[in-house]
Structures are given as structure tokens and as C-alpha cells.
């Protein structure tokens, strides 16, 4: 589902990613772990795009793997704004995608969902119109019909129930005043309602207390484990992958992936450290 | 009153499009409003057409008057409101400007506290793409016995583009001693972070952009009898700009 092929990045004029590659099938999760200043939220800014990451090399092909047929929404609409569109940027095909190519809306129309390590307050938005209107700009150019007021709210309602998280907040500017647990719960709920076919989640467990963290775990489970999509989970701490159990576990260390694992691979680390897998 | 075509020697044309103040010249005299004792009053400006609106406005003992202001249109749009208030009067601006390519947009107010126990609140929000400038200059003077006086001026600028332009000028006279007067100031950009977080959620540049100013300018026209039309066409202006 995403090919990740010696990919080079700078931050500013800073090399950052040096020649990282990495590969995700459709139905696996992948653990990434690592030292502070690795590269690893660098590495997600880079995927979704973020003004100010360059890639000075390598390359990324995304094959967001729903079939004909068988998309999460409605039936595409078949007017000619939508035939007009690149196929390879409609869900339901299998062309891969050259993902640098696009922008970030585009990508995340495309399937590719980052949580953010830490999630933004846009002050005087709501969280309900902001998804509204994220979900249907999402539709709009995957080709499928928007989702009225009501349908919205149902299927708002539902994520943010199955999170734990009160709908009161969900009226509630984006992210503003929320404590460090609710915005990830919030990015959660998100990705609940935009049902990504990529997810990397960017130290989602950070911050979140010990039944939150349970809540998020099975969330991920929930919305994400399921043979059409992918998860790559960043992370510090083993505690996540006892809920969410990762199909593998990399390390990014300097920029690039030093070492690859099954989920034993995060025990090894827990318990021994980087320094001593440098060793 | 100006009488002689004013120069940028003048505090309150400093900023102006002089030429486009020549051609408008001589000015009619400023319509004059006076809210008797108790009275309430209420107006809404819609400048869209590039002309000068000039006010002059007395609030009478216990009286309110509320104004509400959306400067989008023309080269050279000018709002002076020039506000006596009397005792335990109530002086309400909210101005919304929006402007683009070379227009020059400007509110100017003179408030002055004549007697104890007036309120006054000014809120300008200015919206500035191209090479547009957008100007609020705000006395507020307050008389030697207007005591309780409480006035608030809220004014910040959001530039789309470096090359626009935002003067911001609240400034207070106060003779007075036991008075609350407060201001505010801020010109900034929009938040880089919050773009990036709507449109890594799928949300367009443009609509990104707009979301964020509509939040912005919310609340401005709260109270107005036309609220929803005067947020209606503020919105479809931020809009052509974005
Ligand atoms: N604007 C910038 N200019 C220069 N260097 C930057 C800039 N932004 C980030 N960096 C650097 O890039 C490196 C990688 O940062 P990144 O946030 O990707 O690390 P990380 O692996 O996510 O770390 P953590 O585990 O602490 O979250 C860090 O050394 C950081 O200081
Ligand atoms: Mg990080």
C-alpha cells in the first residue's frame, strides 16, 4: 500500500530523512520506534506534505487498496466534473499514486490520515464543522455524494461515543482548551468519522492516561485493523502494542530504518534501550 | 470639521487615498444623528461602492446607538464616525473590513466620553490581500469629569499577503481618573500550523483560508438587525480573496 523508497528530506536547509525506505502491505500495522530528533514526526509531515519539508530524493507510491465496488461511501457520482478527475486519485482503483505529487488535501482525499503528534487549536472553528466540511471536501473529490447535516451527525456521533468522548466537545473549537489527552482522543475520533485507508499516527499513546489508552487502542483496532488498510504507529512506548499489536517494529534512528522486527523487537528495546542495539 | 482638502499632514487622512479624496471633493456635511435622552439607535454601513461616509453622532443621558460596519468595495472606502456620549450613554461599534488588489479601506472614530458613566465599545477586524491597505485610526478622550467611563477598543488586522498593508492607531486622551479604558492591537498572518492541520484533513487551500478568517471576523455583527446578510456578504468577499 505504501512504498517508501530511499527517501531523502530536509527541514529547512537540514537534512533530516537520510535514505529512508520502508515498505507497508494492505492489513499490516507497523511499529515505529526511536530517539527523540530521529526524524520519525519528520518523517509523517513529509508523507502528508507539510510547506517546509523538502524531499531532495528517493520516492513514495501510495496504492490505496479498496476495490472496484466496493468504496466505504455512496456509489461515485458520474457527472463530468468527476470523470474528469485522475483516476489514480479516485478510491476503488489500484494505480499507485506518486504521493509527493500531490498536495496535502490530496492526500488525505487519496486515503492517507496523519494523527498529529500535536494536534493543532484553530480557534473560532468548530470541531463538528471542521470535520463536516473535511469529510465532504474528501468526498467531493473522491467523486461521492456529501453527507447532509444529519448523516454527518450520526456518523459524529457514533465515533465519538465509541471514543468515549462527549459530543459537547465536539461543538467545541478544534482542539482549543482541550488537555493533552483529549486532543488525541480527538484525532481518534477523526479518524473515526474520515475512515482513512492509511493511518500514521504520531505518538497517539503520549499524553493519554491508562484507560484512555485502552479507549485509543481498541479505536485503532476498530477503525484501522482491517484487511484493506494499513497503520504505521510512532511511538516511545511499548504499553500501545500490548492493545494494538504491531505486525512489525522498525527503529528510525539518524534519519533512516536501522532495524527491523517482529513486535518481540519493542520488548527488546524496552528493556536494552537504542545505545545498547547501536552497540 | 475639514474644510480645506486635508493633506497626509492630517492625522485622520494620513493613510487616505488623497487623490481619490480630491475627486469626491468638496464632501456634503456629515450627516448628523442625535439619539435622544433614552433612545436607542441602530445602523449598518455596507460600503461597497467606494464612497466616504462621514457621522456625527450624539447619544443622549442613558441612550444607545450601535454601529455596524462592513468596508469591502470600491478604490477608496472611508467610515468616520465621530460619537459624543453622554451620561450613562452606550456607544457599540463592530467593523468588519475586507479588501484586495489596491483598495484602500479605512474606519476612523472619534469618541468622546462628555459625561460620567458612558460605555463605548469598538470592534474592527481587517482582511487584507494584495497590495490593499486597511486603516483604523481610534481617538477616545475622555472629559476631565466623564468618571466611570469604561471603553473598549478590540482591533487586529490579518494580512494575506506581505505585500498588503494594516495601520492600527487606538489611541486615548483621558482626563478623567477613575476610568477603565482598554485596547487591544494585534496584525498577524494566519496560523501556517492551522492551515496545514484543515488541509492534511482534506480541506482545501482556499476553503482552509477561509474557514480560518471566518472565524475571525465572527462575532463582529452580533447584535445587528442584518446580521446574518452582513455575514452572508463578508464571507462571500473573504471568499474572492482567498
Ligand atoms: N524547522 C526546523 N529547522 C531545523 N531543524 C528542525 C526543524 N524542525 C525540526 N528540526 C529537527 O529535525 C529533527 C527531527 O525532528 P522530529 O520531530 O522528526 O523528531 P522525532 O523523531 O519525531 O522526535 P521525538 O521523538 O522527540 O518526537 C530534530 O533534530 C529537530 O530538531
Ligand atoms: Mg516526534
Not at chain 1, 197 to 210: P, Q, V, W
Amino acid at each position: 500500500m505504501l512504498q517508501i523508497n530511499n527517501l531523502h528530506a530536509n527541514v529547512g536547509d537540514k537534512p533530516i530523512l537520510k535514505g529512508l525506505t520502508l515498505s507497508l502491505n494492505a492489513g499490516e500495522i507497523h511499529a515505529i520506534m526511536g530517539p527523540n530528533g530521529a526524524g520519525k514526526s519528520t518523517l509523517g509531515y513529509v508523507l502528508s506534505g507539510r510547506p517546509g519539508y523538502k524531499v531532495t530524493e528517493g520516492s513514495v507510491t501510495f496504492t490505496p487498496p479498496v476495490l472496484p465496488g466496493e468504496g466505504r461511501g455512496p456509489e461515485p457520482q458520474t457527472d463530468d466534473s468527476v470523470a474528469a478527475l485522475d483516476p489514480g486519485l479516485r478510491r476503488g482503483t489500484q494505480e499507485p499514486i506518486d504521493l509527493l505529487a500531490l498536495e496535502p488535501h490530496e492526500r488525505a482525499a487519496a486515503g492517507l490520515f496523519l494523527g498529529f503528534q500535536y494536534p493543532v487549536e484553530i480557534p473560532g472553528v468548530s470541531n463538528v464543522q471542521f470535520l463536516r466540511e473535511a469529510l465532504n471536501a474528501q468526498r467531493k473529490y473522491r467523486g461521492e455524494a456529501p453527507l447532509t447535516g444529519g448523516e454527518f451527525l450520526k456518523v459524529a456521533r457514533e465515533q465519538a461515543g465509541a471514543l468515549g468522548m462527549d459530543m459537547e466537545m465536539l461543538k467545541r473549537p478544534v482542539n482549543v482548551g482541550f488537555s493533552g489527552g483529549e486532543k488525541k482522543r480527538n484525532e481518534m475520533v477523526q479518524m473515526g468519522i474520515i475512515d482513512p485507508a492509511l493511518a500514521i499516527l504520531d505518538e497517539t499513546d503520549s499524553g493519554l492516561d491508562i484507560d484512555a489508552l485502552r479507549t485509543v487502542g481498541d479505536g485503532i483496532n476498530r477503525i484501522m485493523r482491517k484487511p484493506d488498510k494499513a497503520v504505521l504507529l510512532i511511538t516511545h512506548y511499548q504499553r500501545l502494542l500490548d492493545y494494538v499489536k504491531p505486525d512489525f517494529v522498525h527503529v528510525l534512528a539518524d534519519g533512516r530504518i536501522t532495524r527491523t522486527g517482529g513486535a518481540d523487537l519493542a520488548l527488546e528495546l524496552e528493556r536494552d534501550g537504542y545505545k545498547e542495539l547501536a552497540a | 470639521m475639514t474644510v480645506a482638502l486635508p493633506t497626509r499632514g492630517d492625522e485622520a487622512w494620513r493613510y487616505s487615498d488623497i487623490a481619490a479624496v480630491e475627486a469626491a471633493w468638496p464632501l456634503p456635511a456629515p450627516e448628523s444623528i442625535i439619539v435622544p435622552a433614552g433612545g436607542t439607535f441602530a445602523r449598518t454601513i455596507m460600503q461597497d461602492s467606494g464612497t466616504i461616509h462621514q457621522l456625527d453622532i450624539a447619544i443622549g443621558k442613558g441612550a444607545t446607538a450601535a454601529i455596524h460596519v462592513l468596508n469591502t468595495g470600491g478604490d477608496y472606502g472611508r467610515v468616520e464616525l465621530n460619537v459624543t456620549l453622554h451620561e450613562g450613554a452606550d456607544f457599540k461599534l463592530g467593523a468588519v473590513q475586507i479588501g484586495g488588489g489596491t483598495q484602500t479601506l479605512e474606519v476612523i472614530t472619534t469618541v468622546t466620553h462628555a459625561e460620567p458613566g458612558a460605555t463605548s465599545s469598538q470592534i474592527v477586524r481587517s482582511v487584507l490581500a494584495g497590495m490593499a491597505t486597511g486603516t483604523y485610526l481610534g481617538k477616545v478622550a475622555v472629559a476631565r469629569d466623564a468618571q466611570q467611563t469604561d471603553s473598549v477598543q478590540s482591533v487586529k488586522a490579518m494580512l494575506l499577503d506581505r505585500s498588503a498593508t494594516a495601520n492600527a492607531k487606538p489611541e486615548l486622551e483621558i482626563y478623567a481618573d477613575d476610568v477603565k479604558c482598554a485596547h487591544g492591537c494585534a496584525i498577524g498572518e494566519l496560523d501556517a500550523m492551522g492551515l496545514f492541520y484543515l488541509q492534511a484533513r482534506g480541506i482545501t487551500p482556499a476553503e482552509a483560508k477561509k474557514l480560518m478568517l471566518q472565524a475571525f471576523v465572527a462575532g463582529v455583527f452580533e447584535g445587528a438587525a442584518d446580521e446574518e446578510s452582513l455575514t452572508e456578504a463578508a464571507l462571500s468577499k473573504l471568499g474572492d480573496l482567498v
